[in-house]
């Protein structure tokens, strides 16, 4: 076993016995992803005893380079990392979004002339969000966990195993070694074993569709600009980084998107430069591609005793909107806090009494962000002409009224419905 802040036998002399009913730990958390860490964070800050385990080494997680991935981060997670103390404006270089485009195309004829502009200077609170690229928020996490004597991390070490007993659940890893903790919380990414032992049942279903990813150099400065472009094929977004790049989520019918990504360099970009446009002037490849075939996937249920499960654990939606990973740290906010006040009050934080309330905070959100996103693509990834006029007349609705606009842009800031206190920036 490889703890990256503690040998095992570390972890044996500091008491920890595998075989007696005494927990070894308070949280145990399956998945270093993105949503783990921060969770391990939030939680170890309130005194608790946290164990935070993945089955792949740190290098693998952490890109070494820049790979082409980022983030279109809402204002209120950053607020989120910026009250746990993971983001430091010099490490975490993120780009602001100013302004968001939004504009639609029909095959054939270009992008429509009717752009949806929202404009940060209608909000209060300033820009929506910001773009971060994948090798400064892991990095920001993975220090700060490391960091942290209140965290111990277990690494590539898959767990296999789970089993609740009377005042605690046991997981077991691949290698045999079992860890007693009084609550389980899976944030082990769209695949969930966590969930799948808890007996946690998904709905959902294939979208014909998947997403290239990639980042692109550009001859002309974005100005902070990020915008969506609707096609009858999928979305494309462009989100801007630092200096004159963009992180690109391109979606295509399936098959078409992984022919693309089959393609050498030079084709990929042939197939890129009519959809992108020439608005930013010549445009040359930066970092990796990757695909993502695209799928919806809701888990029922968001606890079973002594288990929680959040990020993509919990939920798979349509990337057309980027907020995966908002949503993912929305429960975050919402589970940290509730353990925090179950631990106040001395109650058992692995009790379905107190993990209740997490569930019942977050389902709504999420069926309803999955919702939205799903009708999204449904009414804008098609060639029907009378969509199309449904549509242009609602953009052309929406650019008209300032306070259809201004809800828009909350929403996309994440400034909207009852907001745990580290969305708002507040330390729980
Ligand atoms: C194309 C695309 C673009 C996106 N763009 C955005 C965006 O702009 N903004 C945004 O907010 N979101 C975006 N998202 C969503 C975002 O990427 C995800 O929501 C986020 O990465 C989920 O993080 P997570 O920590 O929940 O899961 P993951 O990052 O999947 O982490 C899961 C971890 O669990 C570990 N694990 C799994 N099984 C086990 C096991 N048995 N034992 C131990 N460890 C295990 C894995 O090794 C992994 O490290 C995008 C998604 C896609 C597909």
Redesign the pocket.
């Known amino acids: 076993m490889i703890l990256a802040t503690h040998s095992p036998m570390d972890n044996h002399a500091k008491g920890y016995n595998m075989h007696s009913m005494r927990p070894d730990t308070d949280i145990i958390i399956?998945?270093?992803?993105?949503?783990?860490p921060v969770l391990a964070i939030a939680v170890a800050g309130t005194g608790l005893r946290v164990t935070l385990?993945?089955?792949?080494p740190v290098a693998t997680?952490r890109a070494a380079g820049f790979d082409g991935r980022?983030?279109?981060?809402?204002l209120t997670?950053v607020r989120m990392l910026q009250a746990l103390g993971i983001w430091d404006e010099r490490r975490t270089r993120a780009q602001p979004i100013l302004d968001i485009k939004v504009a639609c195309c029909r095959t054939g004829e270009g992008t429509s002339p009717r752009l949806v502009h929202f404009n940060h200077r209608d909000m209060e609170e300033g820009p929506m969000g910001c773009?971060i690229e994948d090798r400064f928020l892991r990095a920001a996490l993975m220090d700060a966990v490391k960091s942290d004597t209140a965290i111990t991390q277990i690494n590539e070490?898959?767990?296999?195993a789970q089993e609740t007993t009377p005042g605690g659940i046991t997981c077991t890893l691949k290698d045999g070694t079992r860890l007693r903790g009084q609550l389980l919380v899976g944030?082990?990414?769209?695949?969930?074993?966590?969930a799948v032992r808890a007996g946690i049942k998904r709905i959902g279903w294939n979208y014909d569709q998947a997403?290239l990813?990639c980042a692109v150099d550009h001859e002309r400065p974005h100005n902070g600009v990020a915008y969506q472009l609707f096609r009858p094929a999928g979305p494309l977004?462009i989100?801007p980084l630092p200096g004159n790049r963009s992180?690109i989520?391109w979606t295509e019918d399936r098959t078409r998107a992984g022919d693309i990504h089959g393609q050498t360099p030079e084709d990929y970009l042939a197939a890129l430069r009519p959809v992108f446009g020439n608005f930013l002037g010549a445009i040359s490849l930066a970092g990796g591609r990757?695909l993502?075939p695209?799928d919806l996937s809701l888990a029922v249920r968001f606890i079973a005793p002594r288990v929680a499960i959040?990020?993509?654990?919990a939920h798979?939606i349509h990337?057309l909107a980027?907020?995966?990973?908002?949503?993912?740290l929305r429960d975050i906010a919402s589970l940290a806090e509730v353990i925090a006040e179950a631990a106040r009050r001395g109650q058992d934080i692995g009790s379905v009494a107190a993990l209740r309330s997490y569930e019942t905070w977050r389902r709504f959100d999420t069926a309803g962000l999955a919702a939205a996103t799903d009708g999204l693509n449904r009414l804008f990834s098609n060639d029907c002409g009378t969509l199309h006029s449904m549509r242009t007349l609602g953009m052309d609705v929406v650019n008209k009224v300032g306070t259809l606009r201004r809800i828009f842009m909350r929403e996309a800031a994440g400034l909207t419905g009852d907001l745990p206190r580290l969305l708002q920036g507040k330390p729980i």
């Not at 399956?30 to 783990?36: D, I």
């Not at 385990?53 to 792949?56: E, K, S, T």
């Not at 959040?310 to 654990?313: K, S, Y």
């Not at 980027?322 to 993912?328: D, E, I, M, R, S």
């Open positions: 399956v998945g270093g992803g993105l949503c783990g385990i993945d089955a792949l997680r980022g983030y279109a981060l809402a997670s773009v070490h898959p767990v296999v944030c082990d990414g769209r695949h969930s074993g966590v997403s990813v977004a989100l992180a989520v990757f993502h695209l959040a990020g993509d654990a798979g990337p980027g907020q995966g990973l908002n949503l993912g």
